[in-house]
């Protein structure tokens, strides 16, 4: 099993900048790969960035690529996406999640809420 814990999400005008953060404990951390998602209201929850466990491979959504990063530090076991030039299509609540051994995304936070302002 695997816990997530996200924090850092807020209220930031057009064009700023939030670093989110996500904790994650019950799991060798260092052996996940971890992902961030979003959910904006009234629409599905959507792919944002991932990062594997293996070589630090990076992907990203189309819509954040440039704008988003996401990165890990195993020895504290935290999970982050530093989110700069923000938009207010932005605004959703944020997710954090990590793999199991099938590699599907099993294990899921309680979200923080990031809102953009125009």
């Known amino acids: 099993q695997v816990q997530l814990v996200e924090s850092g999400g807020g209220l930031v005008q057009a064009g700023g900048s939030l670093k989110l953060s996500c904790a994650a404990s019950g799991r060798t951390f260092s052996t996940l790969t971890m992902g961030w998602f979003r959910q904006a209201p009234g629409k599905e929850r959507e792919f944002v960035a991932r990062?594997?466990?293996?070589?630090?491979?990076?992907r990203y959504a189309d819509s954040v690529k440039g704008r988003f990063t996401i990165s890990k530090d195993n020895a504290k076991n935290t999970l982050y996406l530093q989110m700069n030039s923000l938009k207010p299509e932005d605004t959703a609540v944020y997710y954090c999640?990590?793999?199991?051994?099938?590699?599907?995304?099993?294990?899921w936070g309680q979200g923080t809420q990031v809102t953009v302002s125009s």
């Open positions: 990062i594997t466990w293996m070589n630090g491979f990076r």
């Open positions: 999640s990590a793999q199991g051994d099938r590699n599907t995304w099993d294990y």
